[in-house]
């Protein structure tokens, strides 16, 4: 058995006052208590603070954090998964007794035994912190899946929590944590992940069985699970290949090697939209139907979305338009699906970046650019697509696992030659991905959703959703406030009122100087339009007029 956690950590070391610093963790630790709703502990070792907000999903008695080595003379605090732990407990240098049936508790040794050089062989989404007491390292997955700030004390102490609500009354100065990275006092911030593709434009050929079996080992890997679970399901092309694989394997336990049957062999799939028409939910329902899912569907109406919209900035911790306006209907749909008992989804989050499936990759004026770009928007999904999955579910204590951001499935995808993503009118965006999955014999999904084209998420729940967020935000914000938007706001100056709306919500809530700068917006490159919605780009607009 293994216990996983989808958590909240709070680490306060290196402090002046280590009593005065405990009194703070209880105080604020319960801002992150919705990430962790099943149990709290904390632990003092020296000056050090560790405290722990815990979403338990298995072994409820054993898997409390932190989590300590025999001897009591390490502590650990992380949120997260470790997908290869049984390989890597295998592979320790000493042999351990284990303490618990956590899939984390193999950092700890593992850290004993060699610092930092173990980064590179987990598989895992993670941020975590273990010190023993005189040092201490922090570090964050590749991509960032697990969100993690960092913040710096008056009294010279070097804060770590995984949402900015934790440090922002405390700390003078708060950053986003590098995903990729690990920190140590002795060596400061250090990259551990720096994949080749980061750098070189990679030549290699393109080979479908390769792409297709990396996926499946990265769904399985992430099938990890003890609780009743299931599937985002837009009826898009990304969210239905994830849910085409996961009820491939669902029927047994990939725990014992698909041995036994599985706990919950039924997978439940979920879908938001403004009407029963929308174009998300006629999609999944036509997917949810092929695969057999026990299906979901969710409608919002445009009040609810909009009285969402401060709670959702809250969670959120972000100003960005695309960010805000598609986190609306998954942090409604995530409330409604906890209200089903259910603790883990799988979705489709990262695909886009990896193939250039986004409209505006239309433009992109060679392969090498197109490759740039791809990993441009794979760097920076922190900043966007992996911190609204994470904390519009997290929100209501459900974990979310994105299998396309698996650490072998990017290299995989990542490092053949880019002219083989490029789209023309012959081949449609992440041709492919579908081609990879179109297996006629024992088919994945429907031709009609294989090839269905992209609508982004805040697009698909209804076109009308983006449309009335727009005016009402231009309802709150006045002419003559908005034309002083850059002495308010030099900083990302909105450009938008819906922007300056967001803005302004922001700033409320998180009254720090250096709040701001944790926060990167972003806008379609290589096109005329500045307007983040997919619907804004002219061959998205072509296609739907023609229908």
Known sequence: QTNHKMCGILAILQAADVQAARARAVTLAPR?????PDWSGIHVMKNNVFAHERLAIVDLDSGAQPLLNKEQTTALVVNGEIYNHKELEAGLKKPRQFLTHSDCEVLLYLWEDEGADFLNRVQGDFAFVVSNGDTFMAARDPIGVC???????????????????????????????????????????QQYWHPKWFDVVPTEPFNLTHLREAFETSVIRRLMCDVPYGVLLSGGLDSSLVASVVVRYAEKRMEDGFETRAWWPRVHSFCIGLTKDSPDHKAAREVAKFLGTAHHEFVFSVQDGLDAIESVIYHLETYDVTTIRASTPMFLMSRKIKALGVKMVLSGEGSDEIFGGYLYFWNAPNAEELHKETVRRVQRLHTSDCLRANKSTAAFGVEIRVPFLDRDFLDAAMSFDPAEKMPTKERMEKHLLRKAFDTPDRPYLPDSVLWRQKEQFSDGVGYSWIDELKKTCEGHVSDAVFAHRAELYPHNTPQTKEAFYFRSIFERLFPHKSAVNTVLTWTPTWSKSTDPSGRAQTVHLAATTSE
């Not at 969100?147 to 929590?161: A, N, Q, T």
Request: hydrophobic share 35%; net charge neutral.
């Open 32 to 36: 992150l208590r919705h990430r962790g």
């Open 147 to 189: 969100p993690l700030y960092m913040g710096w004390g008056s009294d010279g102490s070097i804060w770590f929590s995984s949402e900015m609500k934790a440090l922002i009354s405390d700390c003078v100065k708060i950053e986003v944590f590098p995903p990729g990275s690990y920190y140590t006092p002795e060596k400061g911030m």
